[in-house]
Protein backbone atom coordinates (compact mmCIF):
# COMPACT_ATOMS: atom_id res chain seq x y z
CA UNK A 1 0.00 0.00 0.00
CA UNK A 2 0.81 3.41 -0.36
CA UNK A 3 0.16 7.03 0.77
CA UNK A 4 -0.27 10.20 -1.21
CA UNK A 5 0.20 13.82 -0.44
CA UNK A 6 -0.10 16.34 -2.97
CA UNK A 7 0.71 20.10 -2.51
CA UNK A 8 1.25 23.16 -4.22
CA UNK A 9 -2.08 24.23 -5.28
CA UNK A 10 -3.29 27.89 -5.22
CA UNK A 11 -4.65 30.57 -7.19
CA UNK A 12 -2.64 31.92 -10.66
CA UNK A 13 -3.64 34.28 -12.66
CA UNK A 14 -3.84 32.91 -16.84
CA UNK A 15 -0.58 32.56 -18.60
CA UNK A 16 1.35 31.59 -14.80
CA UNK A 17 2.86 28.72 -14.09
CA UNK A 18 2.25 26.15 -10.83
CA UNK A 19 4.34 23.18 -9.68
CA UNK A 20 2.60 20.52 -7.65
CA UNK A 21 4.29 17.66 -6.28
CA UNK A 22 3.11 14.33 -4.55
CA UNK A 23 5.08 12.56 -1.81
CA UNK A 24 4.78 9.11 -1.64
CA UNK A 25 4.97 6.68 1.44
CA UNK A 26 4.99 3.50 2.11
CA UNK A 27 5.52 0.54 -0.16
CA UNK A 28 8.76 0.97 -2.95
CA UNK A 29 7.53 4.43 -5.16
CA UNK A 30 9.66 2.88 -7.69
CA UNK A 31 7.12 0.04 -8.13
CA UNK A 32 4.45 2.13 -9.16
CA UNK A 33 2.46 3.88 -12.26
CA UNK A 34 1.78 7.35 -11.46
CA UNK A 35 -0.50 9.66 -12.62
CA UNK A 36 -1.81 12.99 -12.33
CA UNK A 37 -6.02 13.74 -12.80
CA UNK A 38 -8.04 16.46 -12.19
CA UNK A 39 -12.03 17.24 -11.37
CA UNK A 40 -13.50 20.31 -11.97
CA UNK A 41 -16.98 20.91 -10.55
CA UNK A 42 -19.67 19.01 -11.58
CA UNK A 43 -17.61 17.31 -14.27
CA UNK A 44 -16.18 13.73 -14.12
CA UNK A 45 -12.50 12.79 -12.87
CA UNK A 46 -10.26 13.18 -16.10
CA UNK A 47 -7.23 11.95 -16.91
CA UNK A 48 -3.54 14.66 -16.88
CA UNK A 49 -0.50 13.02 -17.31
CA UNK A 50 0.68 9.86 -16.38
CA UNK A 51 4.36 8.21 -16.27
CA UNK A 52 6.27 4.94 -16.20
CA UNK A 53 8.27 3.79 -13.44
CA UNK A 54 11.65 4.81 -14.36
CA UNK A 55 10.08 8.35 -15.65
CA UNK A 56 11.13 7.39 -19.37
CA UNK A 57 7.86 7.43 -20.76
CA UNK A 58 5.07 10.13 -19.96
CA UNK A 59 1.72 10.52 -21.56
CA UNK A 60 -0.28 13.76 -21.83
CA UNK A 61 -4.39 14.10 -22.22
CA UNK A 62 -4.49 16.58 -25.42
CA UNK A 63 -6.14 19.44 -23.61
CA UNK A 64 -2.51 19.99 -21.77
CA UNK A 65 0.53 18.47 -24.20
CA UNK A 66 2.91 21.35 -24.61
CA UNK A 67 1.91 23.19 -21.66
CA UNK A 68 2.11 20.73 -18.30
CA UNK A 69 5.20 17.93 -17.98
CA UNK A 70 5.02 15.08 -15.35
CA UNK A 71 8.12 13.74 -13.76
CA UNK A 72 9.30 12.06 -10.78
CA UNK A 73 11.98 11.31 -8.70
CA UNK A 74 12.62 8.32 -7.45
CA UNK A 75 15.00 8.75 -4.30
CA UNK A 76 12.62 11.29 -3.23
CA UNK A 77 9.29 9.76 -3.51
CA UNK A 78 8.12 12.47 -5.27
CA UNK A 79 5.61 12.96 -8.40
CA UNK A 80 5.60 16.15 -10.11
CA UNK A 81 3.50 17.93 -12.14
CA UNK A 82 4.71 21.47 -14.31
CA UNK A 83 1.88 23.53 -15.37
CA UNK A 84 2.80 26.44 -17.58
CA UNK A 85 0.86 28.45 -19.74
CA UNK A 86 -2.55 27.75 -17.55
CA UNK A 87 -6.08 28.73 -18.42
CA UNK A 88 -9.18 29.18 -16.73
CA UNK A 89 -10.31 26.24 -17.65
CA UNK A 90 -7.20 23.83 -16.06
CA UNK A 91 -9.56 25.27 -12.61
CA UNK A 92 -10.09 22.33 -10.72
CA UNK A 93 -8.89 19.59 -7.60
CA UNK A 94 -5.95 17.85 -9.37
CA UNK A 95 -4.99 14.37 -8.03
CA UNK A 96 -1.97 12.00 -7.96
CA UNK A 97 -2.53 8.43 -8.24
CA UNK A 98 -0.73 5.12 -8.27
CA UNK A 99 -1.33 1.92 -9.86
CA UNK A 100 0.80 -1.40 -10.31
CA UNK A 101 -0.70 -2.14 -13.53
CA UNK A 102 1.57 -3.39 -15.89
CA UNK A 103 1.89 -0.69 -18.46
CA UNK A 104 0.84 3.08 -18.16
CA UNK A 105 -2.85 3.26 -17.99
CA UNK A 106 -5.47 6.55 -18.67
CA UNK A 107 -8.49 5.14 -16.69
CA UNK A 108 -9.23 6.47 -13.63
CA UNK A 109 -10.31 2.87 -12.24
CA UNK A 110 -7.12 1.33 -13.28
CA UNK A 111 -5.76 3.17 -10.28
CA UNK A 112 -5.66 1.97 -6.90
CA UNK A 113 -4.25 4.32 -4.30
CA UNK A 114 -5.67 8.28 -4.41
CA UNK A 115 -3.87 11.29 -2.93
CA UNK A 116 -6.43 14.01 -1.26
CA UNK A 117 -6.32 16.90 -4.19
CA UNK A 118 -4.87 19.93 -4.22
CA UNK A 119 -6.96 22.92 -5.72
CA UNK A 120 -5.46 24.95 -8.40
CA UNK A 121 -7.51 27.99 -9.51
CA UNK A 122 -6.49 29.70 -12.63
CA UNK A 123 -8.40 33.56 -13.09
CA UNK A 124 -9.12 35.36 -16.18
Known amino acids: QVQLVESGGGLVQAGGSLRLSCVAS????????MGWFRQAPGKEREFVAA????????YYADSVKGRFTISRDNAKNTLYLQMNSLKPEDTAVYYCAATLHITVVVRVEAYDYWGQGTQVTVSS
Open 26 to 33: GRTFSTYI
Open 51 to 58: INWSGGST
